[in-house]
């Protein structure tokens, strides 16, 4: 069972939870500034551990070392003035919910802060961040009304609604990625990798990355297509997603990817096996394309016969499908 755990801890991802349950068991057990300071520094190690060691970036330990670090740096320092005495749990909650939100709604800033780390792209965690923010926000609003309400609740009903309710929430959160991962398990993927790449005049646009690098080289920026993100949803969506990405990227809305391969690839980190979409994004005319960092367009017979630069594995392997492609639309494509 540990081998399997240690196998899977990219999608297990929800262990990184744990740290934020205890805290909010704890709480109401121990002196609130000892237990909040405690679960910082517990939340930041294991963040610190995971992206130096590990090179990826567990989205719930980032959750609760932001959250948690800011209960406890507004308690530490103002005392009861933000923190009001009995009301540390909502505020837990409340703040947890913030750093969630801005998640579902910003998800490329996760993705950035993942590749100036120089770490992997794993998964993107919306999933389960917008259970949380439902979840909590309905109980905020709920408690926020029992609040102002006299004996509606009992003193016990209304001690489970504040305090119990919350761990509860996160217990659901961490069965849900479980749950996900026997679904994995049995090859139901509902993980999946979509890959962009950008195509002009029978040249293809390549960027450097360094989340996806070998052993000898870990550190090494590689050569890879315009664009590589993880997707979470049923696989005949991913056309969906893709279409999404490529609005954000290009400045024509005219433009559509088309689906050209979809295989089974073995990730960087583990021998698990990952579902891959990649699709080609044909643009006529190479201003369409919004600037994407540390990026150019390369001729296919420039990355056969070029033995100095470094490419990625997954790359030189989609090259001929991807040759093809670039080769079709550019002789055809006019006539679309």
Same mark, same amino acid.
């Given at each position: 069972?540990?081998?399997?755990?240690?196998?899977?801890? #990219?999608?297990?991802? @929800?262990?990184?939870?744990?740290?934020?349950?205890?805290?909010?068991?704890?709480? $109401? =057990?121990?002196?609130? !500034?000892?237990?909040?300071?405690? @679960?910082? +520094?517990?939340?930041?190690?294991?963040?610190?551990?995971?992206?130096?060691?590990?090179?990826?970036?567990?989205?719930?330990?980032?959750?609760? &070392?932001?959250?948690?670090?800011?209960?406890?740096?507004?308690?530490?320092?103002?005392?009861?003035?933000?923190?009001?005495?009995?009301?540390?749990?909502?505020?837990?909650?409340?703040?947890?919910?913030?750093?969630?939100?801005?998640?579902?709604?910003?998800?490329?800033?996760?993705?950035?802060?993942?590749?100036?780390?120089?770490?992997?792209?794993?998964?993107?965690?919306?999933?389960?961040?917008? !259970?949380?923010?439902?979840? @909590?926000?309905?109980?905020? !609003?709920?408690?926020?009304?029992?609040? $102002?309400?006299?004996?509606?609740?009992?003193?016990?009903?209304?001690?489970?609604?504040?305090?119990?309710?919350?761990?509860?929430?996160?217990?659901?959160?961490?069965?849900? #990625?479980? +749950?996900?991962?026997?679904?994995?398990?049995?090859?139901?993927?509902?993980?999946?990798?979509?890959?962009?790449?950008?195509? $002009?005049?029978?040249?293809?646009?390549?960027?450097?990355?360094?989340?996806?690098?070998?052993?000898?080289?870990?550190?090494?920026?590689?050569?890879?297509?315009?664009?590589?993100?993880?997707?979470?949803?049923?696989? *005949?969506?991913?056309? *969906?997603?893709?279409?999404?990405?490529?609005?954000?990227?290009? !400045?024509?809305? #005219?433009?559509?990817?088309?689906?050209?391969?979809?295989?089974?690839?073995?990730?960087?980190?583990?021998? @698990?096996?990952?579902?891959?979409?990649?699709?080609?994004?044909?643009? #006529?005319?190479?201003?369409?394309?919004?600037?994407?960092?540390?990026?150019?367009? =390369? &001729?296919?017979?420039?990355?056969?016969?070029?033995? +100095?630069?470094?490419?990625?594995?997954?790359?030189?392997?989609?090259?001929?499908?991807?040759?093809?492609?670039?080769?079709?639309?550019?002789?055809?494509?006019?006539?679309?």
């Amino acid at each position: 069972m540990m081998k399997l755990i240690f196998k899977y801890r #990219n999608k297990i991802v @929800s262990l990184g939870l744990l740290p934020i349950i205890a805290t909010l068991i704890c709480l $109401h =057990f121990f002196q609130n !500034t000892i237990v909040l300071g405690i @679960s910082f +520094v517990v939340c930041l190690s294991l963040l610190l551990y995971g992206i130096i060691r590990l090179k990826n970036l567990n989205f719930f330990l980032l959750l609760g &070392s932001v959250g948690i670090g800011a209960c406890f740096v507004l308690r530490l320092f103002t005392g009861y003035t933000f923190v009001p005495y009995g009301s540390i749990t909502p505020i837990l909650e409340l703040l947890l919910l913030i750093v969630a939100f801005i998640h579902i709604t910003a998800p490329e800033i996760y993705k950035e802060l993942q590749e100036r780390l120089h770490l992997r792209n794993c998964f993107s965690f919306v999933l389960e961040a917008k !259970t949380i923010v439902i979840l @909590s926000a309905l109980h905020l !609003t709920v408690l926020l009304f029992v609040d $102002h309400i006299d004996h509606l609740f009992s003193e016990d009903g209304f001690f489970f609604l504040k305090y119990g309710v919350p761990v509860i929430i996160y217990v659901l959160c961490l069965i849900i #990625n479980v +749950v996900g991962i026997h679904l994995a398990l049995q090859e139901n993927f509902r993980y999946s990798l979509v890959r962009i790449a950008v195509v $002009h005049d029978g040249k293809i646009y390549l960027r450097q990355r360094n989340d996806c690098t070998d052993d000898l080289h870990e550190d090494a920026p590689v050569w890879d297509i315009a664009v590589e993100s993880p997707f979470e949803g049923p696989l *005949e969506k991913s056309d *969906e997603y893709a279409m999404r990405i490529t609005r954000k990227i290009c !400045t024509s809305n #005219n433009i559509t990817p088309r689906l050209i391969l979809k295989y089974t690839s073995t990730p960087c980190d583990d021998d @698990s096996q990952q579902r891959v979409s990649l699709y080609i994004l044909p643009l #006529n005319d190479k201003n369409d394309l919004r600037k994407i960092a540390e990026g150019r367009f =390369f &001729s296919f017979d420039e990355i056969s016969e070029t033995a +100095v630069r470094r490419y990625n594995p997954a790359l030189l392997s989609e090259l001929d499908a991807l040759q093809m492609a670039a080769e079709m639309w550019q002789t055809f494509g006019s006539a679309d």
